[in-house]
């Protein structure tokens, strides 16, 4: 059984290496023999298992993350059901899943859920896999120890620890409530698994973060996305491949804070923004004539005009001229090429080199 100690560790900033960070939380796992209904190490391991895709060249996302896809998943349920980070099976054509021994088994895309992030998946035989049991997120807190494992046993575990617990805007119109961060950084941090006590699932890998600690300190680590989130949508996913919940409206921008500035750094091509004629270098000024205080506000003040469809008013300084431009927002997963059978003829008959998947990085 892995049993991570309820004693926390000191506060990352204090401790100068990561050699001694390292020492602390192994002064507090404790690797004790079986208990009944708790997983083993081996077990663990085993259930996070490498999920490898590849992507159409005519897919929306294949520019920024490319046709060939690698990270990990884990295994959740008895049927093979696996959960991951969205973007790496995001408009696949083709997934595997590889387990611990080395076997190689195509899988199905089950569902995909934007405002998480989260994927799910199973492969279309059995996986003779344990499932991890879910712990409690919520309870993770500041200066808790934690594992971070991808796939590839022993080898692929790092011991690290909750830096900071707070909402997380990312640059795609993106925004999570109570993001779990952790450092030091976890290199394979795509689909990995973060365990907390009792070798419980607390969150699946998303980014890799140069600020964690969400201040103007620049300590480096990961983003993982809290295993509370899931909870409430797993039925709707499995059943229907998303939420039932009304659409967010889109506007198909990507974003940078800078200097208390909203910019605009790169449009969706063929989306809302770009059709309404938003601009890079653009800077968002005011949504609906309210100020803007950060880009989590920016999303906020969107989404609490209406659902999908609705028309956003945008005051933007572009250069020196303060605009108004009102965007009709749309439905980003209409926008994402998510039946890539639908292009099939069209997408091979491109020839173009497979562009690997790029690092996702957040500041």
Not at 106 to 113: T, W
Not at 128 to 147: N, Y
Not at 326 to 346: A, C, E, F, I
């Amino acid at each position: 059984m892995l049993v991570l100690a309820a004693a926390r560790m000191p506060c990352l900033p204090i401790l100068r290496s990561f050699t001694k960070v390292l020492g602390v939380v192994i002064g507090a796992l404790v690797i004790t023999a079986p208990v009944a209904a708790q997983p083993t190490p081996e077990e663990v391991f085993a259930a996070v298992v490498h999920v490898e895709a590849k992507i159409p060249v005519g897919a929306r996302t294949a520019p920024s993350l490319g046709t060939e896809r690698r990270g990990s998943g884990v295994v959740i349920d008895d049927d093979g059901l696996i959960l991951t980070i969205g973007y790496l099976i995001l408009e696949a054509s083709e997934v595997t899943v590889t387990d611990s021994q080395g076997t190689t088994l195509p899988a199905e895309i089950i569902a995909y859920d934007y405002a998480t992030g989260f994927g799910l998946l199973r492969t279309t035989q059995s996986l003779d896999i344990a499932p991890l049991t879910f712990g409690v997120s919520g309870d993770a807190e500041e200066g808790d120890p934690v594992l971070v494992i991808s796939y590839g046993g022993r080898e692929a575990v790092q011991v690290s620890q909750v830096v900071s617990r707070r909402d997380f805007a990312g640059y795609w119109e993106y925004l999570l409530e109570n993001a779990i961060l952790t450092s030091p950084p976890y290199p394979q941090f795509a689909g990995a698994a973060l365990i907390g006590p009792a070798g419980k699932l607390i969150g699946i890998g998303s980014l890799f973060v140069r600020n964690s600690l969400g201040n103007d300190s620049s300590t480096a680590g990961n983003m993982f996305v809290p295993i509370d989130a899931l909870k409430p949508i797993l039925s709707d996913l499995i059943t229907d491949g998303r939420t039932s919940v009304p659409r967010r409206p889109w506007l198909g921008v990507y974003l940078e804070q800078l200097h208390g500035h909203i910019l605009v750094s790169r449009l969706a091509k063929e989306g809302p923004a770009e059709g309404a004629g938003i601009e890079v270098g653009d800077i968002m000024l005011k949504v609906a004539g309210q100020s803007l205080d950060d880009l989590a506000d920016f999303y906020r003040k969107i989404w609490t005009l209406g659902n999908t469809g609705v028309e956003v008013p945008l005051e933007v300084l572009r250069k020196s001229k303060v605009i108004q431009i009102t965007v009709p927002s749309g439905n980003r997963y209409d926008w994402l090429r998510l039946n890539p059978s639908k292009d099939s003829t069209q997408i091979k008959a491109q020839i173009s080199p497979s562009r690997t998947a790029k690092t996702p990085i957040a500041g």
